[in-house]
């Protein structure tokens, strides 16, 4: 019987075509890795004794782009931060090798919950005519540095 088996395993492997063998280098090559898309392509450096910072702006794992939540730090209202966050995130996109029309997912933060129709008019169209999954919140608290809306993206590449 175990011969029987022996058999039907030697032949089974005989007539996998040689390109449906994967090599283990092959799998270790294309195997995703972690990339942080630094603005003008390459790594700010560091003086001596100052430390790392807190969180990349973009960061990549294979084709999945992730883009920090952007604000807007200036006085204006939810009208203008709104566009000035959209504006920030397709530059990050972009510079990663994406655009608005390849995001999949969407966080909005806002400010105040009272600023929603606002925001969502300006929001309107900026992805294309297939717009991303979304999530609104009002953020308790608020949002860090006085910014009216922050929005953070995950894009493919």
């Known amino acids: 019987m175990n011969s029987n088996r022996r058999q039907i395993l030697k032949a089974a492997a005989a ?4 390109a449906a063998v994967v090599s283990t280098e092959t799998v270790a090559q294309s195997k995703p890795t972690k990339k942080v898309h630094y603005k003008g392509g390459k790594k700010p450096e560091r003086k001596p004794g100052e430390k790392p910072p807190l969180f990349n702006g973009a960061v990549s794992y ?3 782009l992730f883009i920090a939540g952007k604000g807007a730090h200036f006085k204006g209202d939810i009208t203008a ?3 000035h966050v959209l504006d920030e995130v397709e530059k990050e996109l972009i510079n990663a090798g ?3 029309d390849k995001v999949l997912k969407c966080n909005v933060y806002l400010n ?3 600023d929603y129709a606002a925001m969502n008019e300006a929001f309107r169209g900026r ?3 297939e717009p991303p999954v979304r999530t609104t919140i009002a953020a308790a608290g608020g949002i860090p540095g006085d910014s009216l809306v922050e929005i953070d993206v995950i ?3």
């Open 15 to 18: 007539a996998v075509p040689a």
């Open 62 to 64: 294979g084709n999945l």
């Open 81 to 83: 931060h709104t566009k």
């Open 98 to 100: 994406s655009s608005m």
């Open 112 to 114: 105040d919950l009272k």
């Open 127 to 129: 992805f294309g005519e």
């Open 155 to 157: 894009a493919y590449i």
